[in-house]
């Protein structure tokens, strides 16, 4: 199965931050093209008739849990240092209770 076209991927790009929120910078390109690439080998498409198929409404949330996993940073160090703790109630939580 060839690549998928730039047109494609740019395409599989707006369609992730439209309906996950996720975006991913021209510098990221290439590696959404691998991901997308491995998907189309997986569901045994081809770009165009993977974004039509995205475009389903309960197609698409089911890609959607398929591909978070491989898209997205699983593990998060938010709050697990005293330091941003710290910072977060100090700063955010007290400016939130003063306004």
């Not at 089911?62 to 703790?85: G, H, M, W």
């Amino acid at each position: 199965m060839s690549p998928p076209s730039l047109e494609t991927v740019t395409g599989f790009r707006d369609w992730l931050q439209a309906h996950a929120g996720l975006w991913f910078e021209d510098e990221r390109l290439g590696q959404l093209a691998e991901v997308l690439a491995t998907r189309l080998e997986r569901v045994g498409m081809q770009g165009d008739a993977y974004l039509t198929f995205l475009a389903s409404a309960n197609h698409g949330r089911d890609e959607l849990r398929e591909l978070a996993p491989q898209l997205t940073v699983t593990e998060t160090y938010f709050f697990r240092s005293s330091d941003q703790i710290r910072a977060f109630s100090e700063l955010a939580v007290a400016a939130r209770l003063r306004a």
